[in-house]
């Protein structure tokens, strides 16, 4: 999952990544993340720290709360 909320950012962040063979899932808001955690899984959350409506520290904070396994698999 790659978040950010400028979409430059994002288009080269993922033209980074989509030279390797991962499947890329983007959002445009921490909003939009929220509103996938519990439909999607990733292996990794790339996210901007300064996004308008939620930091990336704050977006990885909600998540982590909402993990329904043991916290010890995620690393953040």
Same mark, same amino acid.
């Not at 979409?7 to 983007?26: A, K, R, W």
């Given at each position: *999952? /790659? =978040?950010? #909320? #400028?979409?430059? %950012? $994002? %288009? =080269? $962040?993922?033209? &980074?990544l989509s030279s390797e063979p991962y499947h &890329?899932t983007i959002a445009h808001s921490a909003r939009?993340?929220?509103? $996938?955690? #519990?439909? @999607? @899984?990733?292996?990794?959350? &790339? /996210?901007?720290? *300064? *996004? $308008?409506? *939620?930091?990336?520290?704050?977006?990885? @904070?909600?998540?982590?709360? %909402? &993990?329904?396994?043991?916290?010890?698999?995620?690393?953040?």
């Amino acid at each position: *999952m /790659a =978040v950010d #909320d #400028d979409p430059v %950012n $994002l %288009n =080269v $962040l993922v033209g &980074i990544l989509s030279s390797e063979p991962y499947h &890329i899932t983007i959002a445009h808001s921490a909003r939009e993340v929220l509103e $996938l955690v #519990d439909t @999607q @899984q990733w292996d990794l959350l &790339i /996210a901007d720290v *300064m *996004m $308008l409506q *939620m930091s990336g520290y704050g977006l990885t @904070q909600k998540i982590r709360g %909402n &993990i329904p396994y043991p916290s010890s698999r995620c690393c953040c």
